[in-house]
T-cell receptor, first 113, second 110 residues
Framework: EPEVTQTPSHQVTQMGQEVILRCVPI?????FYWYRQILGQKVEFLVS????????KSEIFDDQFSVERPDGSNFTLKIRSTKLEDSAMYFC???????????FGPGTRLTVL | GQNIDQPTEMTATEGAIVQINCTYQ??????LFWYQQHAGEAPTFLSY????GLEEKGRFSSFLSRSKGYSYLLLKELQMKDSASYLC???????????FGKGTTLSVSS
């Protein structure tokens, strides 16, 4: 069964450093999303991406964040100058055209020290 | 604004039936979703409702009343593996992003 994959599973970084979280969406899906979940809190929407551009973003997704689809399979989230409060689980999700279900990847746990 | 409320915790025993409620107040509405999330894992899709009524899928059913801003997830014949968080999420009219509630942690005991 096709699935969304994410790498790395766990990333530890120092405050102020840049990190890139990687996702491989399901191959025929065209809609991509990033969500985050701070430990013990709810899942929060960050950004959605379609046709090589951002289609929607939340107030969390400020200039510190960027997304890119560098090739036909990868979808990345870059966080510049990380802060302690960026520590969270980051989930990538993808969705097929004409369907409602978003398929979530296993997540990357980001720890900022 | 967006507000989605669900109980924080629920407990039940194996073989029982449990109903998890969700109320929402959102600026738009284009569907309500239920996801299951085991500790430390990704959310997995359970159900989608956009019209009023009950959607049944095996042991799980989901109900929606748009006029009341209310949904519930019904789990029958509970099993230990059903111990997880159940997330209610709304897709506002304006886009396809999901807005999640805080989730209901269900503990199933034998």
């Amino acid at each position: 069964e096709p699935e969304v994959t994410q790498t790395p599973s766990h990333q530890v970084t120092q405050m102020g450093q840049e990190v890139i979280l990687r996702c491989v969406p399901i191959s025929n899906h065209l809609y991509f999303y990033w969500y985050r979940q701070i430990l013990g809190q709810k899942v929060e929407f960050l950004v959605s991406f379609y046709n090589n551009e951002i289609s929607e973003k939340s107030e969390i997704f400020d200039d510190q964040f960027s997304v890119e689809r560098p090739d036909g399979s990868n979808f990345t989230l870059k966080i510049r100058s990380t802060k302690l409060e960026d520590s969270a689980m980051y989930f990538c999700a993808s969705r097929d055209t004409g369907t409602h279900e978003q398929f979530f990847g296993p997540g990357t746990r980001l720890t900022v020290l | 604004g967006q507000n989605i409320d669900q109980p924080t915790e629920m407990t039940a025993t194996e073989g029982a039936i449990v109903q998890i409620n969700c109320t929402y107040q959102t600026s738009g509405f284009n569907g309500l979703f239920w996801y299951q999330q085991h500790a430390g894992e990704a959310p997995t899709f359970l159900s989608y409702n956009v019209l009023d009524g009950l959607e049944e899928k095996g042991r799980f059913s989901s109900f929606l009343s748009r006029s009341k801003g209310y949904s519930y997830l019904l789990l029958k014949e509970l099993q230990m593996k059903d111990s997880a968080s159940y997330l209610c999420a709304v897709r506002p009219l304006a886009g396809t992003a999901l807005i999640f509630g805080k989730g209901t942690t269900l503990s199933v005991s034998s």
